[in-house]
């Protein structure tokens, strides 16, 4: 993700990455193994699939904007070129 995130800056583009998981929920789940501590990390668990969830959904938006702005620079090449090879042949 954070590649993907250096790749968008370049071209002016940008996405957010943050996975975060919580240092006292590891230290609890180490040495509390218990239902409650379990229950808490399942919990924060559920909510980094969620975050991950969401930045698949970013990274496809992503995906779709640069798609559309790759056609329509196609597009406007092939207009570029269809007018230069008409001003060569016309001042041939």
Do not use: C, P
């Amino acid at each position: 993700m954070q590649r993907f995130e250096r790749e968008l800056k370049d071209i002016g583009a940008s996405i957010s990455t943050n996975l975060e998981i919580g240092g006292l929920l590891k230290f609890s789940d180490y040495f509390f193994d218990d239902f409650f501590s379990d229950w808490l990390v399942q919990g924060r668990i559920n909510d980094s699939l969620d975050q991950v969830r969401n930045q698949t959904m970013a990274v496809s938006e992503v995906q779709r904007e640069l798609e559309t702005a790759e056609r329509k620079l196609e597009s406007e090449r092939a207009e570029v070129h269809r007018k230069y090879v008409q001003a060569v042949e016309q001042y041939a």
